[in-house]
């Protein structure tokens, strides 16, 4: 499966990321603009480990919504079903260690 084109970030508009909340093993993001909107995308992942944040310079806050630079994964040898993915802010990045995420639409930034 191929995870950018299952985002389609160009044709969504997902230029933002506009709420993030991780949460036990579960971690969800929704992607879009702050420009009201019918529809985001969702982002679900379960089964999530090593979980990680750092502010890419001191004076951010890294307060949502950030600009949406990247969102990269990287197969773990020996184990075919789980990726360390990096989600990248213009303020914040993310990293953490799960299986492929369910992508779909929901009806609200507030979703999650």
């Not at 995870?3 to 230029?15: D, I, K, M, Q, T």
């Not at 933002?16 to 679900?44: M, N």
């Not at 990287?74 to 990248?88: S, T």
Request: aromatic residues 12%; hydrophobic residues 40%.
């Amino acid at each position: 499966m191929n995870f950018a084109r299952s985002l389609n970030p160009v044709e969504n508009r997902l230029f933002e990321i506009l709420s993030l909340e991780q949460a036990g093993d579960e971690l969800k993001l929704v992607l879009g603009t702050s420009e009201p909107r019918l529809f985001y995308t969702c982002v679900h992942f379960r089964g999530v480990s090593d979980f990680t944040s750092h502010l890419l310079v001191d004076e951010d806050t890294g307060e949502l919504p950030q600009t949406f630079s990247s969102f990269d994964y990287k197969a773990i040898p020996g184990n075919k079903d789980v990726y360390r993915w990096e989600l990248l802010g213009d303020e914040s990045e993310w990293s953490f260690v799960a299986p492929y995420p369910a992508v779909e639409t929901c009806a609200s930034a507030a979703a999650i």
